[in-house]
């Protein structure tokens, strides 16, 4: 404990030192006035120049650097505003030296863009393109847009398709290299609140420069360059710069038969970083049909979904027709409106509105085989004791939901940034559902439950963000404070009929009502403060310091009552749980960096990070109370080598220290389910889990040959796992019942390891795209009933081929075949054991006809095995569409038909720790759409200030 006192201390010791102008009692002399002067080299055709070298000279200044990807060059603390500058860059005509005289007060110098000529020296019939089509940046995959074609007045999402490593879904979804992209930003802002299917189903394709995926660390990680925790994966479009700024309103209806109908308004203003948007949706559809979307029900080789899932260890969907396993239909309209801009020189504002309703209706029908493991040497009966379930469901679900976030970014000077985001949420759910539950086998019984439930949860928050730069580059501080309050307030009204038998033929039974009311009331409030400290210790390394704290405090009340013949109401203290806790946790992290060199091909980060933490809590109920406190050290570790800009390997540890919940530590009998009681073990660890990702990416320009692995692994010690033990009940007239009681403990060697690949090959001037991708994962879990442990090891492998093949401008079809194969072994459930295949052939295309007539269709074909055949009937699903542009292709009248052969199906299999469940939901799906659509338009450029050159960031941004 002295040691790490001595180590904070002179921690905070030397960031107070570093962070002093001077000495106390001393004058020095004052400095003299340097300003910052930066510019921009383009290319004839207004693209930047990469690694061009700027020599800034003068009679007090004598600097060298190089242009950054984006073409930008930045000159600190220059002493002299007379100087001379030379560009210089291989393949192009160097730049006369041209001598510069500047206003002297002026600190921060923005010249006019700087063009260089291409020199004119060719060999024979070599084309050579110094900007290749696919970039890796750090933590950024950057494609370059005009590489690669698609028809006038495409959308974003068409062009999507056409670039290697991406998979595009019919309602927007987008995967690049197998890991999903969560959100989407328009030049590097976020766009309409995020929304990534409204963005790349509206934006067109023609105003789109470049298409960026990044690795997402959060606002702070983005102005102070410490990354913590796992990035979000985020698609930013960067817009060009003849085409940034527009107005724009896509507008869309549709009706069918059985009450189908869809309608739609998009319009959005961009202006560089201002960007107005109104988005509204009222549509009656079936889930898991391939949607129209915004382009006349393209579903761009997507529509086909069988044979895609089984990569969550042990879950398979053995679906056809759909990229989704659920049926049912869903009647949803949502409304939002955004509004970002500069409202003065040193304040943006982004204000978000968004609204949604949706009810959803299904019918499902699963079978499930339910297992327990019994010990030999007891009087129990056998080992491997099944339970065979049938149940079937109808459910009624209404959410509604309001979202307000307001952002406020101030520079309030040039070393100080303060950015405040207020946020509003609410939510309301209303549910009923219907089951009927049928087991036999270990397990006798029937089960007839009807269920409503009612939920509103207002949330209220607020984040403050302030950083400091110090006249040293690269030296700054930060601080962040979030504040969340949360106040969900439920009721459940059951109303169950159990039959109980006591023998195969059903001839004795008990019969048990429950009629209850359980309201529960949860307060949630969180706190997290963090502070960040960067210290440049050389041009290509520093050091990082961050300390965190993160406060969770829970306020939870359940209380049941039950319904007497007369409507009386009686609480039952027996199945009341009332309780409170919090989690307090703390981070101290120092790490070092090195790698801040633009040209440096070497990265890495090594460091360490403490983490105290203490839960506490009290059972008001019991009146028992519990205080626990751990300590854990967690390693930093980041590596990262670039061979190119276009060839890049990136290997990733982490460490993440899990502290059980309330619920699974709370030493009582929690009996609120009387069929499945819980009792939670005081004595549980802190699960601590190792995660190790590596990434490799090679992209060959002159081959068009882009492949990449992803290697993921992870490792958990003192995981917290369950317990089931099935408890005996000798119920009235000689009725024997099983309930299910849950315990925990603590258990190492769980992991999981999984690998996916990805190979695009483009022939023909990218004509022809052919695209190889597969996953394998092996999944290794453990679980115990009635007190002994069963290893579950669940192997999942995918493979899939797609290619992509566009001869000509009319003409395009994208065949796809997929295998999946899942196989789960027990060691002591051994009648849990699955093996399920999925061969899934999928094709999708469409032809265009005398140039304004469009014909669309999709057909996929699964086989499956392991799943029982009264559940899947392999169908054969047909979908298909006819298009006429109007005014330009500005227009257009479509019409759809889906699942022509009335086939199709979603079942899905979950494999869970004592359990193998197959779901089929109810599928409408064949129907018939008219819709008509129209899409407004006009974009220019974008013009500088005062009559200079645009400048922007790497990511779009205008400055």
Known sequence: MKKITLLLTLIFSSVFLFAQDSPKGQNPPPPLPTREISGIVKDSTDLGVIGATVSLTSDKDTLKTSTNADGIFIFKNVKSATYTLLVQSIGYTASKPVRYKQNDAIPRIVMDPITLKEEKNQLNEVVINGTPSITYKTDTVEYKASDYIVRKNATVDELLKKMEGMEVGTDGTVTHQGQTLTKAKLNGKEYLGGDLANAIKNLPAEIVEKIQVVDDYGDQAARTGVKDGDPEKILNITTRTDKSVGNMANINVGAGNNKRFESGLFATRVSGNQTIGVNGRFNNTVNGVASSGDNGGNSGGNSGGGGRGGNNGGNTNANS????????????????????????????????????????????????????????????????????????????????????????????????????????????????????????????????????????????????????????????????????SNNQDAEQVQDSRYIFYTDIAETQRRDSLVNRIIARKNLQDNYRGSLTYVEPLSLNTQLEFNAQINYNGYDNTATTRNIGPNGNLAVIDSLSNIYDYSFTQGRIALNYRYGMDRNSKVRFSLGLTAVPAVLSGTKLSLGTTTQRNSFNMIPIARFEYLWSRQHKLQINYSGTAVEPTFDQIQPVRDVSNPQNPIVGNPDLLAAFTHTINANYNNYIANSKLNYSVNLNGTMTDNAVIRNTVQIKQSLAGGVTNYINETRYLNQNGIYRINANYSVNKQLNDRKYNLALSGSVSYDHRMSMTNGLQNNTNVLTMVERFGPRINPTEWFEINPNVSYNHTKSTNSLLTNANSNTNTLALNVDGRVYLWDTYLFGYSASKNYVRGISSNLTSNPFVINMYVEKELFDRRGKITFQAFDLLNQNNFVNQDVSDNAIIDTRSNALSRYFMVRLSMRLQKWTGAKGKNGRGIMRRGDGSFM
Not at 323 to 329: A, D, E, H, L, Y
Not at 366 to 376: E, H, L, N, V, Y
Not at 432 to 447: A, C, M, V, W, Y
Request: no cysteine.
């Open 321 to 484: 027709g759909s990229s989704s396993g659920s049926g049912g239909t869903t009647q949803a309209g949502n409304g939002s409106f955004s509004y970002r801009d500069k409202v003065s020189k040193k304040v943006e504002v982004n204000l978000n509105y968004g609204f949604s309703s949706t009810d959803v209706n299904s019918l499902n029908n699963s079978t499930a085989k339910r297992f327990a493991a019994i010990d030999p040497n007891s009087d129990a009966p056998p080992v491997d004791n099944v339970t065979n379930e049938v149940k079937n469901s109808i459910a009624d679900n209404l959410t509604k939901s309001h979202n307000i976030r307001l952002e406020i970014e101030a520079e309030l000077d040039s070393n100080n940034f303060l950015k405040v985001i207020p946020t509003f949420r609410y939510n309301s759910t209303n549910n009923s559902r219907l089951d009927t539950i049928f087991q036999d086998g270990f397990n006798h019984r029937d089960e007839f439950s009807k269920n409503s439930s009612k939920n509103t949860r207002p949330q209220v928050g607020a984040t403050i963000f302030y950083q400091h730069l110090f006249s040293k580059p690269r030296r700054n501080i930060s601080a962040q404070v979030e504040l969340n």
